[in-house]
């Protein structure tokens, strides 16, 4: 019996592994034409492009959201439906505590697969940018609206192009996996995520999703911005959490 769950376990992981392993070389292979596509565009328009321009390019709905976002996190949502089968659900007291360990596996995920995004962008950024950041240099694109250069923290930039990639992961990853499973409406999730994709694909004025949670210039010019954008984040994440848990409550109770 024993034997029979350790090998049980050793195969999952290995599927893990070897559906993280995938995803890489997926991910290699997508970023590598997406990002030389985005320097062609910033070579064509003449602009004086750093590392960190490749960074605010590659997280847009067009590039993130499409190509990184709705992919992982239906990927995400995927690896829980295991979680649906009867013999999963008696091993807990209640639905509660189901959405809980969904939720834990969620978070787990998310920092995974975003993490192996930014460590990847942030790579091939390097690579195709002559320097990390231009900040010192005149009509860069970080820089000031009138003028002045900008002279911050490139580690700053870069730790939240990281921190906003995880948060946005996991609420989109929530909020599907909610309406799947808790709701019984996938579609509808897959809807509320394609409204940020498909607005803020078509005009880069509008501010709701990716715009928001983004290392765009003009929130490093007063970084308490994105300590405070972080600070929302966390708190989306909770909101999103124990709406979860009330709707898995009134699941156990009315099926």
């Known amino acids: 019996m024993e034997n029979g769950k350790r090998r049980r376990y050793f195969l999952i992981k290995r599927s893990e592994m070897t559906g993280?392993?995938?995803?890489?070389?997926?991910?290699?292979?997508?970023?590598?034409?997406?990002?030389?596509?985005?320097?062609?565009?910033?070579?064509?328009?003449?602009?004086?492009?750093?590392m960190l321009d490749c960074l605010h390019e590659m997280e847009d709905a067009q590039n993130f959201g499409i190509f990184y976002f709705l992919i992982t996190v239906s990927l995400i949502v995927g690896k829980q439906r295991s979680m649906r089968e009867p013999a999963f659900a008696v091993r807990y007291i209640n639905t509660k505590m189901i959405w809980r360990q969904m939720f834990r596996k969620l978070l787990k995920w998310s920092a995974i697969f975003s993490g192996i995004y930014c460590v990847l962008v942030c790579l091939f950024s390097a690579l195709s940018s002559y320097e990390v950041s231009n900040w010192h240099v005149k009509y860069s694109m970080f820089h000031t609206a009138t003028g002045t250069l900008y002279k911050g923290s490139p580690i700053l930039v870069i730790a939240a192009f990281i921190v906003f990639a995880f948060i946005k992961t996991v609420i989109g990853a929530a909020i599907l996996s909610l309406l799947e499973y808790g709701v019984g409406s996938i579609m509808i999730g897959y809807v509320i995520l394609l409204i940020p994709v498909a607005v803020e694909w078509f005009g880069d004025e509008y501010i709701l999703f990716f715009n928001l949670f983004s290392v765009s210039q003009d929130k490093f010019m007063a970084p308490g911005k994105v300590f405070l954008l972080i600070a929302i984040g966390v708190l989306a994440i909770l909101g999103i959490y124990l709406a979860g848990c009330k709707i898995w409550r009134e699941k156990e109770f009315y099926g």
């Open 20 to 50: 993280v392993v995938l995803y890489i070389f997926g991910m290699i292979i997508v970023l590598f034409f997406l990002l030389a596509n985005v320097v062609r565009f910033l070579q064509d328009m003449g602009w004086n492009y750093c």
